[in-house]
């Protein structure tokens, strides 16, 4: 891996405002006190991705992992901070530089039905964007689209049909072999597995790493199970209520957390030498993004929550070597 990271987040924020409609704007204007309701989505992430690495991104459904994921394809801007490609900020580029990093990055979404177009065929969903962008001519799409078939373990008979005439994991496959048709560097997986049976997923999961190394692709792996992430990264990013609240390798992480957070989601993973263990869900709901609590996020829900907390933010600070937690606990250690 290199030192300067492939793609870097800084301090990113991203925010949805829902705008008044007519009325409330004329009830504001009589003196009532309505205004906007705004998600705050993502809130002041810090976050390196290196060549050749895979680092999972992992946190309850509603945390802003998806839409950190979408920032990172350049499928949205941030409302705030900064994203850099390859040390060079991704707005300060010229048109073409753009364009070569927004190809640069990929995406693989989670319900691929969703996300394949139901009228076009295979050989269209997979070969219009290289076809487009110039990386193939259009007498050798064929040719192409059939080896990204092989690539991702489909017969190149596949091309002529539908995507309502698969299954559920070759439309995985077929979702994997659009992103990687356009020679992708760093490719986002958004839950790219969840929706499958177990048994695909385990395929699909192999075929992720079988085309890490054939391609030397870099990773950002979006998930909430931390099974899969454990077998897949090299590291791992837990997110609460927009923030990265600890960073660190996969096997410290796992061995040694450090955030109450991780802690908790860790302690509720069922393990087969624990079989007699009592499990205990973490108490509480993850807090509305429209209104998250003021100090550390996790507060309501910490058993360690001490008055700092509720006012005061904590910062990503190295705990260890390589090993990044944010809580108020570790300035007593």
């Not at 077929?174 to 048994?199: Q, T, W």
């Not at 908790?264 to 993004?289: N, Q, T, Y």
């Not at 929550?305 to 070597?321: D, I, N």
Request: glycine share 8%.
């Amino acid at each position: 891996m290199t030192e300067q990271p492939l793609l870097e987040l800084r301090r990113v924020e991203k925010r949805f405002a829902r705008p008044l409609d007519l009325a409330e704007r004329f009830a504001r204007k009589l003196g009532a006190k309505v205004r906007e309701d705004v998600v705050h989505a993502v809130s002041g992430v810090d976050l390196a991705v290196r060549l050749g690495e895979v680092v999972g991104l992992v946190g309850e459904s509603g945390c802003g992992k998806s839409t950190l994921g979408r920032i990172v394809a350049g499928m949205m801007e941030p409302s705030a901070g900064a994203v850099l490609w390859r040390g060079r900020e991704r707005t300060g580029l010229d048109a073409g530089a753009r364009k070569a990093a927004r190809l640069a990055v990929q995406m693989v979404f989670q319900d691929a039905s969703a996300s394949l177009n139901p009228r076009r065929r295979v050989r269209d969903i997979v070969g219009e964007a290289p076809e487009v962008h110039g990386i193939v001519t259009r007498r050798a799409a064929t040719g192409y689209v059939a080896d990204m078939l092989r690539r991702v373990g489909l017969d190149p008979s596949y091309a002529t049909r539908y995507p309502h005439q698969l299954s559920g994991g070759q439309r995985a496959r077929i979702g994997i072999a659009r992103a990687l048709a356009v020679k992708p560097e760093l490719v986002v997986c958004d839950e790219a597995v969840a929706a499958l049976d177990v048994s695909i997923q385990a395929q699909v999961l192999n075929l992720f790493m079988e085309l890490r190394e054939a391609f030397g692709l870099t990773y950002l792996f979006i998930s909430h199970d931390l099974g899969v992430v454990e077998h897949l990264s090299d590291r791992v990013a837990i997110m609460y209520l927009g923030r990265i609240v600890e960073t660190a390798p996969t096997e410290t992480l796992f061995a040694a957390p450090n955030h109450p957070y991780t802690k908790a989601l860790l302690a509720e993973v069922p393990r087969l030498d624990e079989r007699r263990k009592r499990f205990v869900a973490l108490a509480g709901e993850i807090p509305s993004p429209l209104d998250p609590p003021r100090g550390c996020h996790f507060h309501p829900r910490c058993p360690h929550a001490m008055p700092r907390c509720r006012e005061e933010v904590p910062v990503l600070q190295e705990t260890a070597l390589h090993h990044f937690s944010a809580c108020h606990l570790n300035d007593r250690i």
